[in-house]
């Protein structure tokens, strides 16, 4: 009526296939009512005027023009459908009672159930009072501004003001007042006219013999809690005796969006493919309006049933991959539906049996779990995953960062803490994503320069914290690479990840690599693994030579030692130092124990050294370690024997585990 003014004084009814889904007042007063079916409406109206309304792009945006309207004048609006809207004006109402004095000057707007509004004492219900005249300027603001007329209830709690709202139509207001509430409780004829009951509970509640809302209110709890459980036998109890403590809750974007067609039947699989290709391309053009990235597609049909013809629906759904979600927010409608469609017909080939006969009457559509886009890409399995860290305590390394010179240089590969509004922006390789709180990713770790901030190892949850201690990662690399021995290069050494650095300069490492062509000394200092704390290596000026020692066992007295000669400045820092004309300890120096028949001696100074010395240990109480039991079968004498050796050792590197029987 508002689009086209010369259908406001004629019969007037919006269909949608064979029914008339909604109707004006004009219409209603010669008998045509909600959801008739267009033949009867025509029986009872000749003059009927019919209006296509599949198309709900026209409601559904002057719905979110009332909306936005009321929140203008307060906060807290709950959007119950199209055409309805919860407001607490608690707020507002103290405003206007602090502002006035006289309380002889308090009047209701409207109409007031069961009274006649002139015979209420407006001053002994302050509240309802002020909130009447609140509820006559929203109406009015919304007739004047969007040319919409509209009813309003007023009451203590939404249940009521829902009920006390449609008493008087059209375009009228009406007040509860609290001894009226068993009033308008009493006047509902069914369970199913209470707000919050809806079919499958009011069926069961009709298998326990409760059909009016009497029944309800008078039914014993713990009978009710027997059948629902505690909570929500409490809370059907409270509705049918009109209490509600549900705040009023600011809707906020929708949580889905969906779009969906009924009929009097579809049976055959290329019907369903054409109605789903055409519900998509709508659902896919409102869904990149909205902005934001779909994450769940579900489908939803209902078959025909002679006994349950609304609420017979079954559902599907199932994850949008990344790539078809931006296209959907990309503009690419088209492509978009392409690639939806396999998944969809996936979906409905799950429910229904193609090769065997089927009756639909609808089908939806449906985008869910809608995530803006800034948070839709920090999820994993984008490149942005790769910036963050997860939540691991080995993986919270803090470095820090001082300022950087020739701030012109390697701007592509630069990290600046640019703090705004709480979150912070992360730019390398000209792809900037967002996190929660002002940091730098661990980029140097990669190459990377930060200027004037902490870099930091940020968590999967995006929390991330700055210090100022640590060592800067370009310092490292040049000291490292003066650590190199003469077979390694130092400019593929400085591509490596900083982990196997470490690993590459640990003495079990370097052991292993001069035994290959001479006796090497073995520090008595812990074993080094990746992911271990970093190691700290010193610098120095002067050639030095490290003599390397080694005892071959089965000598009684002598040593043979070689010298091993490393590239100027190499100084290796383990806890203790090894310098020229000191004799470095070593845990098998004893020439007391000799190597059994079936041991290697090469083989054996690989080993860590902890190890060595448990071999070393027990050869010389010539226990063997491995015992083999093949007469047994293990037991728990055996296991707890285990665990008692086990329990001996506090070394990470104990050689009893690889010994254990699985």
Same mark, same amino acid.
């Given at each position: 009526?508002?689009r086209?003014?010369?259908?406001?004084? =004629?019969?007037?009814?919006i269909?949608?296939?064979?029914?008339?889904?909604?109707?004006?007042?004009?219409?209603?007063?010669?008998?045509?009512?909600?959801?008739?079916?267009?033949?009867?409406?025509?029986?009872?109206?000749?003059?009927?005027?019919?209006?296509?309304?599949?198309?709900?792009t026209?409601y559904?945006?002057m719905?979110?023009?009332?909306?936005?309207?009321l929140?203008?004048?307060?906060?807290?609006?709950? !959007?119950l459908? +199209?055409?309805?809207?919860?407001m607490?004006?608690?707020?507002?109402?103290?405003?206007?009672?602090?502002?006035t004095?006289?309380?002889?000057?308090?009047?209701?707007?409207?109409?007031?159930?069961?009274?006649?509004?002139a015979?209420?004492?407006?001053?002994?219900h302050?509240r309802?009072?002020?909130g009447?005249?609140?509820?006559?300027?929203?109406?009015?603001?919304?007739?004047?501004?969007?040319?919409l007329?509209?009813?309003?209830?007023?009451?203590?709690?939404?249940?009521?003001?829902?009920?006390?709202?449609?008493?008087?139509?059209?375009?009228?207001?009406?007040?509860?007042?609290?001894? %009226?509430?068993?009033?308008?409780?009493?006047?509902?004829?069914?369970?199913?006219?209470?707000?919050?009951?809806?079919?499958?509970?009011?069926?069961?509640?009709?298998?326990?013999?409760?059909?009016?809302?009497?029944?309800?209110?008078?039914?014993?709890?713990?009978?009710?809690?027997?059948e629902?459980?505690?909570p929500?036998?409490?809370r059907?109890?409270?509705?049918?005796?009109?209490v509600?403590?549900?705040?009023?809750?600011?809707?906020?974007a929708?949580?889905s969006?969906?779009?969906?067609?009924?009929?009097?039947?579809?049976?055959?699989?290329k019907?369903?493919?054409?109605?789903?290709?055409?519900?998509?391309? #709508?659902? =896919?053009?409102?869904?990149?309006?909205?902005?934001r990235?779909?994450?769940?597609?579900?489908?939803?049909?209902?078959?025909?049933?002679?006994? %349950?013809?609304?609420f017979?629906?079954?559902s !599907?759904?199932?994850?949008?991959?990344?790539?078809i979600?931006?296209?959907?927010t990309?503009?690419l409608?088209?492509?978009?539906?392409?690639?939806?469609?396999?998944?969809?017909?996936?979906?409905?080939h799950?429910?229904?049996?193609g090769?065997?006969?089927f009756?639909?009457?609808l089908i939806?559509?449906?985008?869910?779990?809608?995530?803006s886009?800034?948070?839709?890409?920090?999820?994993?399995?984008?490149?942005?995953?790769? +910036?963050?860290?997860?939540?691991?305590?080995?993986?919270?390394?803090?470095?820090?960062?001082?300022?950087?010179g020739?701030?012109?240089?390697?701007a592509?590969? !630069?990290?600046?803490?640019?703090?705004?509004?709480?979150?912070?922006?992360?730019?390398?390789?000209?792809?900037p994503f967002?996190?929660?709180?002002?940091?730098?990713?661990e980029?140097?770790?990669?190459?990377?320069?930060?200027?004037?901030?902490?870099?930091?190892?940020?968590?999967?949850?995006?929390?991330?914290?700055c210090?100022?201690?640590?060592?800067?990662h370009?310092?490292?690399?040049?000291?490292t690479?003066?650590?190199?021995?003469?077979?390694v290069d130092?400019?593929?050494?400085?591509?490596?990840?900083?982990?196997?650095q470490k690993?590459?300069?640990?003495?079990?490492?370097?052991?292993?690599?001069?035994?290959?062509?001479?006796?090497?000394?073995?520090?008595?200092a812990?074993?080094?693994?990746?992911?271990?704390?970093?190691?700290? +290596?010193?610098?120095?000026?002067? =050639?030095k030579?490290?003599?390397?020692?080694?005892?071959?066992?089965?000598?009684?007295?002598?040593?043979?030692?070689?010298?091993q000669?490393w590239?100027?400045?190499?100084?290796?820092?383990q806890?203790q130092?090894?310098?020229?004309?000191?004799?470095?300890?070593?845990p098998?120096t004893?020439?007391?124990?000799?190597?059994?028949?079936?041991?290697?001696?090469?083989?054996?100074?690989?080993? *860590? *050294?902890?190890?060595q010395?448990?071999?070393?240990?027990?050869?010389?109480?010539?226990?063997?370690?491995?015992?083999?039991? #093949?007469?047994?079968?293990?037991?728990?004498?055996w296991?707890?024997?285990?665990?008692?050796?086990a329990?001996?050792?506090?070394?990470?590197?104990?050689?009893?585990?690889?010994?254990?029987?699985?």
């Amino acid at each position: 009526m508002i689009r086209n003014p010369a259908l406001r004084d =004629v019969p007037l009814g919006i269909q949608q296939k064979y029914i008339v889904v909604t109707c004006n007042y004009v219409a209603r007063e010669r008998g045509v009512t909600k959801l008739m079916s267009v033949t009867d409406a025509k029986e009872k109206c000749p003059e009927l005027v019919l209006v296509k309304g599949e198309d709900l792009t026209h409601y559904r945006e002057m719905s979110y023009k009332v909306t936005e309207l009321l929140m203008s004048y307060c906060p807290l609006v709950e !959007r119950l459908g +199209f055409d309805e809207n919860f407001m607490d004006v608690t707020e507002m109402v103290e405003q206007r009672l602090a502002q006035t004095t006289d309380s002889g000057s308090f009047s209701f707007k409207g109409r007031v159930y069961n009274h006649f509004s002139a015979d209420v004492k407006a001053g002994d219900h302050p509240r309802l009072a002020s909130g009447s005249h609140i509820a006559a300027e929203l109406r009015e603001a919304i007739r004047s501004k969007l040319g919409l007329t509209g009813c309003a209830g007023i009451a203590t709690n939404k249940l009521l003001a829902k009920l006390v709202s449609g008493t008087f139509k059209p375009n009228q207001q009406t007040v509860l007042l609290r001894e %009226n509430v068993n009033d308008i409780m009493g006047c509902l004829t069914s369970l199913r006219k209470i707000p919050g009951v809806g079919h499958q509970t009011a069926k069961r509640l009709e298998a326990l013999g409760l059909v009016g809302v009497k029944d309800l209110q008078l039914y014993p709890l713990n009978d009710l809690a027997r059948e629902f459980g505690g909570p929500t036998a409490q809370r059907l109890k409270n509705l049918a005796l009109g209490v509600d403590d549900s705040p009023v809750t600011p809707t906020g974007a929708p949580q889905s969006l969906s779009d969906e067609d009924s009929f009097k039947k579809m049976s055959s699989t290329k019907e369903v493919l054409e109605k789903i290709q055409q519900l998509l391309s #709508s659902l =896919v053009e409102r869904m990149h309006k909205d902005g934001r990235l779909p994450q769940t597609f579900r489908l939803t049909i209902r078959r025909f049933s002679a006994t %349950n013809k609304w609420f017979s629906r079954e559902s !599907r759904q199932r994850p949008i991959p990344s790539h078809i979600g931006q296209k959907i927010t990309s503009g690419l409608h088209e492509e978009a539906v392409v690639q939806l469609m396999p998944l969809a017909m996936k979906l409905f080939h799950k429910m229904v049996d193609g090769s065997a006969a089927f009756h639909l009457t609808l089908i939806n559509v449906c985008f869910s779990n809608l995530q803006s886009r800034g948070a839709a890409g920090s999820r994993k399995g984008t490149i942005t995953s790769f +910036f963050t860290h997860s939540a691991s305590p080995r993986k919270s390394q803090i470095l820090s960062s001082q300022s950087q010179g020739d701030s012109s240089q390697n701007a592509d590969n !630069r990290c600046s803490d640019h703090q705004t509004n709480r979150r912070s922006m992360i730019a390398p390789l000209k792809s900037p994503f967002t996190t929660k709180s002002s940091s730098c990713s661990e980029l140097a770790l990669h190459g990377f320069k930060c200027e004037q901030s902490s870099v930091v190892a940020v968590e999967e949850s995006q929390e991330a914290s700055c210090s100022t201690e640590g060592v800067r990662h370009d310092e490292m690399t040049n000291i490292t690479t003066h650590r190199l021995p003469p077979n390694v290069d130092p400019e593929v050494f400085k591509l490596l990840p900083e982990e196997i650095q470490k690993e590459l300069l640990s003495p079990p490492y370097l052991t292993s690599l001069c035994s290959q062509s001479a006796s090497c000394s073995v520090t008595d200092a812990p074993q080094i693994s990746k992911n271990k704390t970093s190691e700290l +290596f010193t610098d120095s000026q002067n =050639v030095k030579n490290t003599k390397a020692a080694a005892n071959k066992f089965g000598a009684s007295d002598g040593a043979t030692t070689e010298t091993q000669q490393w590239p100027a400045g190499t100084s290796v820092s383990q806890g203790q130092n090894v310098t020229e004309g000191d004799e470095p300890s070593s845990p098998w120096t004893s020439s007391d124990c000799e190597f059994p028949g079936n041991v290697d001696p090469e083989v054996f100074s690989e080993l *860590p *050294p902890d190890v060595q010395k448990q071999l070393m240990s027990e050869w010389k109480q010539q226990k063997p370690i491995l015992k083999i039991r #093949s007469s047994r079968k293990p037991g728990r004498n055996w296991m707890s024997k285990d665990r008692k050796t086990a329990g001996k050792s506090s070394q990470s590197n104990n050689l009893f585990k690889y010994f254990k029987p699985s």
